[in-house]
């Protein structure tokens, strides 16, 4: 009897052990799947925080090579999923003179981060546009606007060390003078949002968005207008 009793006894605890264990993996289980998608979530936005990062070093040496005749700079980029690409579908029209721009582009996830024309742009799902960057505008009587046109052609994705090498390939000063006391600047681009915010921040006035066409314009108060304009060779290298 006494041996029935120590062996229901052990079997009972056996049982238990059993139950609290399968209790405590099954926890874990739920736990980990359950934080995952946030611990994932995570991870990507600060690798997009880190590319937020480089792409400022990038505008850096883009506009050394431009303004300052810098020889070849040379910007790292660690990327970890996404596309990086150069597209060439975005132009600014300063006193009805159009001149080409260009925009390096980084789309990862559902968000885009740009450099264009010496500012960068971060782009929403839904369009909103946010200025990481404020382009490099000369605002006054006499003002000076950047055109910066991004040559080359190139896309990769996947993950590893990407480096782009930025070199002048032509430069020029062209002067805009006023009619009627102002000189019109108009600008298609993806992140025409945020050309609209920055154009208003500088004082432009009549300012007119068309979203079917990706455009803003407006006006700007001034004497005249110098367009700084240069082309610059971006060449892509990997590993």
């Known amino acids: 009897m006494k041996n029935l009793i120590e062996s229901e006894s052990a079997v009972s605890e056996s049982v238990s052990f059993i ?11 739920l736990i980990y799947y359950s934080s995952a998608p946030i611990l994932d979530k995570s991870e990507k936005n600060a690798h997009f925080q880190e590319m937020e990062n480089s792409f400022s070093y990038l505008s850096q040496n883009i506009d050394k090579v431009g303004y300052e005749k810098a020889p070849i700079r040379i910007t790292e980029l660690q990327i970890k999923g996404g596309t990086l690409t150069i597209a060439h579908n975005s132009v600014i029209t300063i006193g009805g003179i159009p001149y080409s721009l ?53 896309w990769t994705g996947g993950e590893g060390s990407i480096r782009i090498n930025s070199k002048i390939y032509s430069s020029s000063i062209n ?44 006006n700007l108060t001034v004497s005249l207008v110098n367009i700084d304009s240069n082309q610059i060779i971006t060449e892509l290298l990997e590993g």
Request: aromatic content about 10%; charged content about 20%.
């Open 19 to 29: 139950l609290t264990m399968g209790i405590v993996i099954l926890s874990s289980a």
């Open 102 to 154: 260009g925009s390096l582009e980084y789309i990862f996830e559902d968000k885009t981060l740009a450099y264009e024309n010496t500012g960068i742009w971060v782009k929403y799902p839904n369009g909103a546009v946010i200025i990481l960057s404020k382009p490099s505008f000369s605002a006054g009587n006499i003002t000076t606007i950047p055109a910066m046109e991004l040559l080359g052609d190139y």
């Open 175 to 218: 002067t805009v003078n006023a009619e009627n006391g102002s000189v019109s600047v108009e600008i298609n681009s993806s992140y025409y949002r945020g050309w609209e915010e920055y154009l208003e921040e500088i004082g432009a006035r009549d300012i007119e968005v068309d979203d079917a066409n990706t455009t803003v314009k407006s």
